[in-house]
């Protein structure tokens, strides 16, 4: 039997992170410079139904019988062997490997959980669907931060531009003309569950504040929709500073997110704000073709441990 790899992008969030958790729409794009692979294999040297995972970038080296059942690297392994409900399960191994920076609002997680749950699927002769792969990932990004909004899994596993809100149909993003973004990230790491429930807890104490923010971004998400399909950067730009001005007031963002933030707009960004849970993690720009470079070099002089280009265009509706 060959080797089967799953795979999956990581995800950048361009508007609606946190006000996403509470209903509001957010938008979401798959980042295919960095991915997350799981390469599946026949282990010959174990019993049938043993399961040996590594996942040498994390120093882990084990077999699924050994992993807490609520580590996520099992509980995907375990939910795709549940949806399969196979007999017999042959001994295999899974490698894991991802390029997708850690912690860092990009979506490593979920599409770890997706790359799995596709190559495990597949080597067993039962390849899933995009819709169950989604699902599982989600399931498993509960563990990873408690009450994660559903945009994460749909955004990696359909690797396509999404509109999505909370129990609404999950929309794809038809991009006219292209738009050009550059994503800064800090080295700070901070994981979205803390920045998640820290939320939580502020908005359980005074609901109708954070509410109303909340939903002065959804307003924001609605317009910027627009204006990304028309590939409009002048008014992406003002949502975009926009955005992160009520983030600023969620306190999401941070003194490294501010220095490489205001280093974009100095270099010609049309506007710039965190990405993902904030407090560290990666910001976004966009810009216009011409001034890709000068924002990417003014990045990496304000401290950016690493920062990546990517365009968005002419991505086909379903
Ligand atoms: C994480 O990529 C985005 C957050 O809005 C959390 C979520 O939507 O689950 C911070």
Same mark, same amino acid.
């Given at each position: 039997m060959a080797v089967i790899t799953g795979k999956a992008p990581g995800k950048i969030i361009l508007f609606g992170e946190h006000a996403v958790v509470y209903g509001q729409p957010a938008i979401a794009i798959p980042v295919a410079k960095v991915k997350a692979a799981a390469h599946v294999f026949p282990d010959f040297k174990s019993r049938a139904g043993e399961i040996h995972i590594q996942a040498l970038d994390i120093g882990l080296d084990t077999f699924?019988?050994?992993?807490?059942?609520?580590?996520p690297l099992a509980a995907a392994v375990n939910l795709t062997l549940a949806e399969l409900q196979l007999e017999h399960i042959p001994a295999f191994q899974v490698q894991i490997s991802s390029s997708i920076p850690i912690s860092a609002g990009m979506g490593s997680g979920a599409a770890i959980s997706a790359a799995i749950i596709r190559g495990i699927s597949a080597f067993l002769g039962r390849p899933l669907p995009d819709s169950t792969v989604s699902t599982l990932t989600y399931e498993v990004e509960k563990i990873h931060h408690g009450n994660p909004s559903g945009?994460?899994?749909?955004?990696?596993?359909?690797?396509?531009?999404?509109?999505?809100?909370?129990?609404?149909?999950?929309?794809?993003?038809?991009?006219?003309?292209?738009?050009?973004?550059?994503?800064?990230?800090?080295?700070?790491?901070?994981?979205?569950?803390?920045?998640?429930?820290?939320?939580?807890k502020r908005h359980a104490e005074k609901p109708q504040h954070y509410d109303q923010i909340f939903q002065t971004i959804g307003g924001i998400v609605q317009e910027a929709r627009g204006a990304l399909i028309k590939a409009d950067i002048k008014t992406l730009g003002r !949502?975009?500073?926009?955005? /992160? #001005?009520? %983030?600023?007031?969620?306190?999401?963002?941070?003194?490294? !997110?501010?220095?490489?933030? /205001? #280093?974009? %707009?100095?270099?010609?960004?049309?506007?710039?704000?965190?990405?993902?849970?904030?407090?560290g993690g990666n910001m976004i720009a966009v810009a216009s073709a011409s001034k890709m470079d000068a924002v990417e070099k003014a990045l990496y002089d304000a401290g950016a441990v690493n920062v990546i280009s990517t365009k968005l265009a002419g991505v086909p509706q379903s």
């Open positions: 699924l019988s050994e992993l807490d059942p609520q580590h945009i994460d899994n749909n955004v990696i596993t359909y690797n396509k531009p999404v509109y999505y809100q909370k129990e609404q149909a999950l929309q794809f993003l038809q991009i006219e003309k292209e738009t050009h973004w550059v994503i800064g990230d800090t080295g700070e790491k901070t994981p979205t569950y803390e920045t998640v429930s820290d939320l939580g !949502l975009l500073n926009e955005n /992160q #001005a009520l %983030l600023c007031e969620l306190d999401l963002s941070c003194a490294s !997110l501010d220095r490489l933030i /205001q #280093a974009a %707009l100095d270099a010609g960004a049309e506007g710039a704000k965190l990405s993902g849970g904030g407090r």
